[in-house]
């Protein structure tokens, strides 16, 4: 049989070990860069791992491209290269409770979760609230 002090000890162990994994966890999301290079190789964009734009980088043949083109180019690289930092993100938090939420959160996205909850928080609200009549 564990006693208080032992037990105390353990649980100090796995709470400095969870706060590790953490830290970690939170330095290697720091680090995620999502690069593309468009089609054409005109231009190459970064981001960071909230699909911030970091960087965007033009090759000489960007400047061939007419205003059109290259807003197309422009837009296609970065949505590429915020697809590869999300798949970077999803693949370090896929370990974490509640992968999909801390996900959600670091897209910028309300969980699923919390919508729901509001959801319900809303309905109910509505449901104890008469309906005001209008004055005519």
């Given amino acids: 049989m564990k006693t208080s002090t032992t037990w105390a ?3 100090r162990q796995r709470v400095a070990g969870q706060l590790q994994a953490i830290a970690e966890v939170q330095e290697d999301l720091a680090a995620v860069r999502g690069r593309a290079r468009s089609r054409d190789g005109a231009l190459e964009v970064t981001v960071g791992p909230t699909g911030v734009v970091l960087d ?4 000489p043949a ?5 205003p059109g083109q290259l807003s197309s ?3 296609e690289t970065i949505e ?4 590869q930092a999300s798949q970077a993100v999803t693949q370090l938090t896929a370990t974490l409770p509640n992968a999909a939420m801390v996900e959600s959160l670091i897209a910028g996205r309300v969980p699923d979760s919390t919508q729901s909850a509001l ?4 309905q109910n609200l509505q449901d104890a609230t008469p309906e005001v009549t209008r004055r005519a």
């Fill in 9 to 11: 000890g353990d649980m």
């Fill in 56 to 59: 965007i980088r033009f090759a």
């Fill in 62 to 66: 960007a400047y061939d491209l007419s």
């Fill in 73 to 75: 180019a422009v837009l």
């Fill in 80 to 83: 590429a290269a915020v697809r």
């Fill in 119 to 122: 959801q319900r928080e809303i």
